[in-house]
């Protein structure tokens, strides 16, 4: 693994998002013309529990707060500071022997956001359901050492980031779960120890889920590995595979009482717990057409174009830029928008590899579905969508998509079926939005048949 | 600086449907290649004739139609080449024409064009021809492995495709290399020699050009054949079965697979109907079983 850079050059302003998260926008504590320092809380929520504070990653001046462009897509209102020379910041005071309530109360005061928008301390104590379980999910390829420069050194802060992770959610049970063909994690995690005893990465196969080897070991945290995922919107397959409980579709894991953390906010509490320090910084890789990609730590709110810079510009002329990965990631119409929290990498394609070839018909060839990870049969889906035949479209399913884009990678034909699925969801649930208030009233139901 | 932007995914796979076509046309060309060296020249106008006349009716009837002409992805030139390899080398000259123009303008084109047809194209004209002037279409001899040279060379008469089943080993690298389909040629050539075994048919029969040319090339066709992974397995395993019953009953298996092939291509689209995956998460009969058996055990346990 190569080391992670840092990236210390000051630059013009920084752009900071009040809302980074799923959930209320936070509001100013600012205003234009105050003097703020490094980690100083900018924004705070108004009693809303689904949402997570934001703070300035420079010292210097506020210069305006005004609806800005944002890596989603949107514009959303951001406080702009200009840094000084002189970075001063607030004091960070470690934080131990915290009680559980206190703790779920720093990591949200801590702004810590898990990389698909949900605040972190929403994942860990979600409201009226009970979790038993807390996952670190260490499978998707970018998250891998994302943000540490030694296996060693993460293996050991990933359990200890656990440990804080367990404590805050008042469980016994924590798992760890890596990529089997990760072998360098792998090793970095036999090497460690915990409790006294060398840790061991157990692979999961057939029926020998976390629970198995809770019993087996006689341990409160495990190890195990298995097949690299993808897709943000894959944990309630994650969570079938790593713990051996079902979840539905209008469920998510935590009906199961199951918490999914990403390793970058799990480096993020463990900071925030032991160093005091907020979510201010983060790891990007960068990749594609730039002179030197690597993976850097960036402030949050840098502008992407300063981050490019850092890796000594574009190759040749840029077509696309891409937040957070090919398969599913966003292209940016400006290269202004600034690093959020859910960051994980920046791609940058040129002109000549950009996806230009023309959809034709579909030939049948069964590679969507072969590829599919709900069992659905996109091309049938896509051409019913194409017609307007969308209650057809609900009879096989569409709703269960997970939106991974695997159908349209490997299409041969080239045909926009994520596409068309999206837009299908869109207007099926415009149509019957009882499908929506039906998961409401499901939730019931899913603590009833899975959990405990 | 100007930045492009659309919908994910950003990065798709290399494959199209051109470098399929244009595969499937390589992987055709070394046995069209050893039934020239064996026919000499009546081959080579067969295979010629076929490609061009099925090249020019696309182009004339995309052009009659005005749609886009799409000679360059290879189908049009696919079903050419395809078709003359399953006409006898004796064949009077016009019969490569008719039969290519019938297989692109009425196979083809008439249900719909690419991806859209109910039977192969070859096949629908192959069948036509069979019907029409039987007396040129049935080969002077019928080839099948009695030595172990016939693999490679095979003396007897035939189909242009029968001249070296060996030939046709391309297909088997498009199957690695997933251009084409696994579980139709792996349940269709295991059905045939499951069935074979069981009702003491010689083997040697079953080693024939046109057999595996079937199996290989045109059961695999994906507009033909059920999209669904079940549905594909259920398919392979028809195929098998009626060749075999057609080839059993006749000792005549190149007919037998084309037949066979033909007859289950129209039961298509009932085989997709029926193997529609269930909603993700709905256990299947054996999970259903296996989790009532150990729910018994478990309570037994605690009796």
Partial sequence: MSKIEVMDKTVEKVIIPLKQHEGAICTPLVAKGDKVLVGQKIG????????????????????????????????????????????????????????????????????????????????????????????????????????????????????????????????????????????????????????????????????????????????????????????????????????????????????????????????????????????????????????????????????????????????????????????????????????????????????????????????????????????????????????????????????????????????????????????????????????????????????????? | MRFTISAPPHKKTGLTVKNIMWSKVFALIPVSIISIYFFGLPALWILFASVLAAVLAEYSIQKTFDQKITIRDGNAVLIGLMLALIIPPEAPFWIPIVGAAFAVIIGKHAFGGLGSYLFHPVLAAWIFLMIAWSEHMTPASFPYADQITDIFLENAAGFLVEVSPIALIGGVYLILRRYLDWRIPLTFTFTIVLLALIFGENLEYLVTGVLIFGILFIATDPSTSPVTKQGRIYYGILCGLLTFIYGYFSVNYGYAALYGIFLANCVTAFLERITFPKEYGTPSIFEKSYITLKEKISNRGIK
């Fill in chain 1, 44 to 452: 705070d929520c108004n009693e809303s529990p689904f949402c997570a504070s934001v703070h300035s990653s420079v010292a210097g001046e506020v210069i305006s707060i005004e609806e800005v462009p944002h890596p989603n897509g949107k514009r959303v209102e951001s406080i702009i500071v200009q840094p000084d020379e002189e970075q001063r910041s607030v004091d960070f005071v470690k934080q131990d022997d915290l009680n559980p309530s206190e703790l779920i109360e720093a990591i949200k005061n801590a702004g810590i956001v898990e990389n698909y928008g949900v605040p972190t301390h929403m994942v860990l104590a979600p409201l009226n359901k009970n979790i038993d379980t807390v996952i670190i999910n260490a499978t998707s390829s970018e998250w891998i050492q994302g943000d540490y420069s030694d296996p060693g050194d993460y293996a050991s802060s990933i359990i200890s980031s656990l440990k804080i992770l367990m404590k805050a959610a008042n469980v016994s049970k924590g798992a760890i779960v890596l990529r089997n063909d990760d072998a360098e994690s792998i090793n970095a995690f036999e090497r460690t120890t915990y409790n006294g005893e060398h840790v061991h990465v157990a692979p999961l196969v057939g029926n020998r889920k976390i629970d198995y080897y809770f019993d087996d070991m006689n341990t409160d945290i495990v190890v195990v590995s298995q097949k690299p995922m993808y897709g943000k919107s894959l944990f309630n397959l994650f969570t079938e595979r790593v713990t051996g409980r079902k979840v539905s579709k209008t469920c998510d894991p935590s009906d199961v009482g199951v918490a999914i953390c990403g390793l970058k906010s799990a480096k993020a509490v463990h900071d925030a717990i032991n160093d005091g320090k907020p979510f201010y910084e983060t790891v990007i890789k960068v990749s594609g057409a730039v002179n030197t990609p690597q993976r850097i730590l960036v402030k949050i709110g840098t502008p992407i174009k300063d981050v490019i810079e850092a890796c000594e510009g574009y190759v040749g002329e840029p077509g696309k830029l891409i937040v957070n990965g090919p398969l599913t990631g966003t292209a940016q119409f400006t290269d202004e928008v600034p690093v959020t929290k859910d960051m994980i990498s920046i791609y940058v394609q040129n002109e000549e590899d950009m996806e230009t070839l023309e959809a034709i018909e579909c030939i049948h060839c069964g590679r969507c579905v072969d590829n599919c990870p709900v069992d659905l049969v996109p091309a049938r889906i896509a051409t019913l969508v194409d017609r307007g035949r969308y209650d057809e479209c609900m009879e096989l399913f569409v709703m269960n998509c997970i939106e991974c884009g695997k159908c349209s990678a490997v299409c041969p034909s080239k045909r926009h079926i994520l596409q068309l699925i999206k837009y299908a969801k869109v207007s099926l649930s415009r149509v019957y939005p009882d499908a929506v208030k039906e998961s409401d009233s499901m939730h019931s139901s899913c603590m009833m048949n899975g959990g405990q």
